[in-house]
């Protein structure tokens, strides 16, 4: 509806402001896509939401735990330890699992120890007792039930 002024200027007036609306409109949507609904591509997505997946968020060499807690972190183990642990920690832990700490001496597979793990987080540990065989170059792969590897942990074992 145009409302004409006494001067005859109303109905310019009127067209001035609606291209003003108009123009703050489509400002609105170009800048603001967000706000005016989904996009056809989010509409017909049928893939679920993803999953949470399994998470190592610690993974450390030590001598010992108390109270599940490690201590005497390291990197360097003398052989008089007499063991080592390899610690490791998820979070989350989605749904009941197992990881692997694969043991490695020298390059060479040594052992291979299956951990069972249970949501909603997770820390567990294995262990070696140490020989006068076992000085050298070590590393722990933690690897989940597929093999892929979700962390490594290297140490050295000396006098």
Same mark, same amino acid.
Request: hydrophobic share 40%.
């Given at each position: 509806?145009?409302?004409e002024?006494?001067?005859g200027?109303?109905?310019?007036?009127?067209?001035?402001?609606?291209?003003?609306?108009?123009?703050?409109l489509?400002?609105?949507?170009?800048?603001f896509p967000?706000?005016?609904g989904?996009?056809?591509?989010?509409k017909?997505?049928?893939?679920?939401?993803n999953?949470?997946?399994l998470?190592?968020?610690?993974?450390?060499?030590?001598? *010992?735990l108390?109270?599940?807690?490690p201590?005497n972190?390291?990197?360097?183990?003398?052989?008089?330890?007499?063991?080592?642990y390899?610690?490791s920690?998820?979070d989350p832990v989605?749904?009941?699992t197992?990881?692997?700490h694969?043991?490695?001496?020298?390059?060479?597979?040594?052992t291979?120890v299956?951990?069972?793990?249970q949501?909603?987080?997770?820390a567990?540990?294995s262990?070696?007792?140490?020989?006068?065989?076992?000085?050298?170059?070590?590393r722990?792969e933690?690897?989940d039930?597929? *093999?892929?590897?979700? *962390?490594?942990v290297r140490?050295?074992?000396t006098?």
């Open positions: 509806m145009y409302v002024s006494r001067d200027t109303g109905q310019l007036i009127m067209k001035f402001k609606v291209r003003i609306l108009l123009l703050f489509l400002l609105w949507f170009v800048l967000h706000s005016y989904h996009s056809a591509e989010e017909n997505s049928s893939a679920p939401p999953p949470q997946k998470a190592l968020v610690k993974a450390i060499m030590c001598e *010992g108390k109270e599940r807690v201590y972190q390291g990197v360097v183990f003398p052989l008089a330890a007499g063991r080592v390899c610690y920690e998820f989605p749904k009941k197992a990881i692997y694969n043991w490695y001496y020298r390059g060479k597979l040594s291979r299956k951990l069972n793990l949501p909603p987080r997770w567990t540990y262990t070696i007792n140490l020989e006068e065989t076992d000085k050298g170059p070590w722990v933690i690897t039930q597929e *093999g892929v590897v979700l *962390g490594i140490f050295s074992i006098d």
